[in-house]
């Protein structure tokens, strides 16, 4: 063994071609936070409503890119995790009414509920995992009706928010709040998965033999994006309780986790631009949808176009671009 | 055997594996002294692979043990390469959504000997890029692998072993898939490692020229041990090749 140590006393470094020059994750975040700064004093209060819910969705969906798409670990119920935080968030809330507090809250208890099923999901594979998450979702938004006394069954839980500090409007106050959350989510996923962390999540998604060998605990590392992604989910789901001030099973039904993944998969799986073009048509492809029901005079339309847009905007991506929205490329130089 | 007074780094005691009926390994003792290279082979469905398996932990013996560096030792798969062993797969076991230089830093664990102050991620792509020199496909550093010829995956592949600075290589069918020009090579590299190297192979050139010692399987049962001209000499093993003379 010394004598591989002695013959790389002087070596060779070859010369870096072809490294993929990428942005720094904190000029990235920079440019974000200046973005959304601008845009809240430009945008009428609704919008700026809309803007926040982005930010809410994007917390989520970058968690879950970096666990499905870099670990290959589908889940179909972090749904069930947003509402794990969202009613953290809201009992905590309630109870000393203070929000730093009862976002650590809500992101402390679901991480702890992701360790659980992150065990779990560490032992099951595939559709046997996909089941095991679709029993989560199926399951948490049940548990409010259960222990009614707690959280007030269908009607959910009001929440007692402080005032935005100053003349600052609800709403630019909100998407300020989501986008910190969002923003912050973004950096650290980003820097969390550039490294080694990185490298052995995606070697154990390719090959978990060759993982193993190369000095991976593949568990281990499975258990922490699962546990990373649920804190994310626990913070987005803290999030959606203080866009809407309230919590209910509703807000976070089956449909949800589903749409979660359906975004990621739209956008680009595994990659954080990915997961923000998803987080954009969570609201963007909804909106539309009323709008166009509206216009169409029938109510039962209403309900369920999103889901058709959504169907169908899945189809068209993938046969277009099956790696996602994130994966085209706009270029002149095509040959 | 030559080696009875030497340090064994690693042994194995009589190892019985048994699949349900089958009797993958049966009885197989062996002694890998340091810094020799000592190879396995037999027939298909000798038990050369499962041998392998034994070591790494991917198999549960049912009799026998394995010692390393002299203590009993229970290997599990993904302490071995902070113990120092590194294994290639038959074929090539790679990470297809990592680039080449990814795939080899995986296995770069970073482990820094005294003295070295880089960071950990620095020292993983010193080593890893030091390995992919090493086995000639530095240039495909930041390719895919799946875009890659056979041949060159194969290095990727032991780039990737060496890679964790190990002091046991081992390693499965490494010339499956090459032309003779590229077995020269591997053989070269194989004497020049300085590692101890467990070989598992079917090239039989090879195995008679890089290895000190030979273990010659047969249905799991060992029935040669020996330098390679001891082996070249053995009836056994012609028979266990070429049948049972009539």
Not at chain 1, 106 to 123: D, E, K, N
Not at chain 1, 263 to 274: H, K, Q, S
């Amino acid at each position: 063994m010394t004598d591989l140590r002695e013959k790389s006393v002087a070596p060779v470094v070859p010369e870096k071609v072809g490294r993929k020059r990428r942005i720094p994750p904190a000029v990235a975040i920079l440019l974000g936070a200046a973005l959304i700064l601008i845009l809240t004093y430009t945008l009428p209060p609704f919008r700026n409503y809309q803007l926040a819910t982005v930010g809410a969705y994007f917390t989520v969906t970058a968690g879950l890119t970096v666990l499905t798409g870099l670990n290959g670990q589908l889940s179909l119920g972090h749904g069930a995790l947003m509402a794990t935080g969202a009613y953290t968030f809201a009992l905590t809330q309630n109870r000393w009414l203070s929000m730093p507090l009862s976002v650590l809250a809500a992101i402390v208890v679901t991480t702890l509920a992701g360790v659980v099923i992150g065990l779990a999901a560490a032992r099951l594979r595939g559709p046997y995992l996909a089941g095991l998450t679709l029993a989560v979702a199926v399951v948490v938004p049940s548990v409010t009706s259960t222990f009614d006394t707690t959280f007030n069954s269908d009607m959910g839980l009001s929440i007692a928010l402080d005032p935005p500090p100053g003349t600052i409007p609800m709403e630019r106050w909100q998407a300020w709040l989501c986008w910190a959350g969002a923003l912050v989510t973004a950096f650290l996923l980003a820097t969390l998965t550039r490294g080694r962390f990185g490298r052995d999540i995606r070697a154990v998604r390719d090959d978990e033999t060759a993982a193993r060998l190369a000095g991976v605990h593949v568990a281990r590392t499975q258990v922490l994006a699962f546990v990373v992604s649920a804190a994310c989910a626990g913070l987005a789901g803290a999030l959606f309780a203080v866009l809407a001030q309230s919590v209910s099973p509703g807000a976070f039904p089956l449909t949800l986790s589903l749409f979660l993944v359906m975004a990621i998969v739209i956008g680009g799986l595994g990659r954080l631009v990915g997961a923000l073009l998803g987080a954009l048509l969570l609201v963007l492809l909804p909106a539309l949808a009323q709008t166009a029901g509206e216009r169409s005079g029938s109510q039962h339309l209403e309900g369920n176009l999103a889901l058709v847009i959504f169907g169908v905007v899945l189809v068209v991506v993938m046969l277009a671009a099956p790696g996602g929205l994130a994966s085209i490329r706009f270029t002149l130089r095509r040959k | 055997m030559s080696t009875e007074n030497t340090a064994h780094e690693l042994a194995l005691d009589h190892m019985t594996v048994r699949f349900g009926g089958l009797t993958a390994l049966d009885d197989v003792s062996l002694r890998v002294p340091s810094g020799r290279i000592v190879g396995v082979i037999g027939p298909n469905g000798a038990g050369k692979t499962t041998l392998f398996n034994v070591i790494c932990g991917f198999v549960t013996p049912a009799a026998g043990e394995i010692t390393l560096d002299g203590r009993a030792w229970r290997p599990r798969p993904h302490q071995l390469n902070r113990l120092g062993i590194a294994r290639t797969l038959q074929g090539v076991g790679q990470f297809g959504g990592l680039t080449v230089l990814e795939n080899v830093q995986v296995g770069a664990r970073g482990h820094r000997s005294k003295g070295e102050k880089a960071s950990r991620e620095r020292q993983s792509e010193k080593d890893a890029l030091e390995a992919l020199d090493k086995c000639g496909v530095a240039d495909y550093a930041h390719r895919l692998p799946g875009a890659l010829p056979y041949a060159t995956r194969k290095r990727v592949e032991l780039a990737r072993a060496l890679a964790s600075r190990p002091r046991i290589l081992m390693l499965d069918e490494p010339a499956g898939g090459l032309d003779p020009e590229e077995i020269r090579w591997l053989a070269e590299l194989i004497k020049g490692a300085g590692t101890t190297v467990l070989l598992v192979e079917h090239h039989m050139d090879l195995v008679m020229s890089v290895c000190d010692e030979i273990l010659v399987l047969d249905f799991g049962k060992p029935i040669a041990l020996g330098t390679p001209a001891e082996i070249s000499a053995d009836d056994k093993v012609t028979e266990a090749y070429l049948g049972a003379a009539a």
